[in-house]
């Protein structure tokens, strides 16, 4: 049975092109599972999401050899990767403008399977009924596209990202011997700070 990392292989270029160790890392951000990825082998278009993973990966590969410092490092990716997202499309821009963050992919995908023509310009009656329709598929999806987000904050060289810090601060009850009854928070500047974060009961003795 071929592993996901030759699954992920499979799926063609850009991701061809990863090494094993990168791959998997992509295998670890993504939600798809190893039928979609047999099937995306046969032919089938990647998900936009995993196809923005996979984008988002070759950035982070092409930034990091131009730049050594993180800020500069950052803002090229983020240049770049907004570049991508750039549509000609006002349909497409109406949605981007709704929902904040999700990736031209998706927005393209969601109004192609409502039969709504992208490339045409939005009537607004029909925009707002498509708003309401699509208003729950849309969050979900942003809902996902902040996840692998935070997922992809763990490997990318060129991101900084709060939400990967969350994650990591509340997976820490998941490590094998990790105490129960400690909790950790996160204070604001100095000891006596504001609490930003806790991982942990309220009622732990250790703190």
């Known amino acids: 049975m071929p592993s996901r990392?030759?699954?992920l292989r499979g799926v063609g270029a850009p991701a061809?092109?990863?090494s094993d160790e990168v791959l998997a890392q992509i295998g670890k951000v993504s939600t798809v599972?190893?039928?979609?990825?047999?099937?995306?082998?046969a032919g089938r278009a990647p998900t936009p999401l995993l196809a923005d993973t996979i984008g988002r990966f070759r950035i982070d590969q092409e930034v990091a050899a131009l730049?050594?410092?993180?800020?500069?490092?950052?803002?090229?990716?983020?240049?770049?990767?907004?570049?991508?997202?750039?549509?000609?499309?006002?349909?497409?821009?109406?949605?981007?403008?709704?929902?904040?963050?999700?990736?031209?992919?998706a927005?393209?995908?969601?109004?192609?399977?409502?039969?709504?023509?992208?490339?045409?310009?939005?009537?607004?009656?029909?925009a707002r009924q498509l708003f309401?329709?699509?208003?729950?598929?849309?969050?979900?999806?942003?809902?996902?596209?902040?996840?692998?987000?935070?997922?992809?904050?763990?490997?990318?060289?060129s991101v900084a990202?709060?939400?990967s810090d969350t994650l990591a601060l509340h997976s820490l009850k998941n490590l094998p011997g990790w105490p129960q009854k400690l909790r950790i928070e996160v204070l604001?500047?100095?000891p006596g700070g504001r609490v930003l974060d806790r991982s942990g009961p309220l009622d732990a003795p250790d703190c």
């Open 5 to 7: 990392v030759d699954l």
């Open 16 to 18: 061809g092109t990863f």
């Open 33 to 41: 599972d190893d039928d979609m990825l047999r099937l995306m082998q």
């Open 67 to 105: 730049a050594d410092a993180l800020p500069a490092r950052t803002e090229i990716f983020n240049h770049r990767y907004q570049a991508l997202q750039q549509s000609e499309h006002k349909w497409v821009q109406l949605f981007q403008r709704q929902y904040p963050g999700l990736p031209k992919a």
């Open 107 to 126: 927005v393209e995908q969601m109004l192609d399977r409502y039969g709504i023509d992208f490339t045409a310009q939005p009537d607004a009656v029909q």
């Open 132 to 157: 309401k329709q699509l208003d729950s598929k849309a969050r979900q999806y942003q809902q996902h596209v902040r996840l692998n987000r935070a997922y992809e904050g763990f490997y990318l060289r």
């Open 161 to 163: 990202s709060p939400e």
């Open 188 to 190: 604001d500047g100095s």
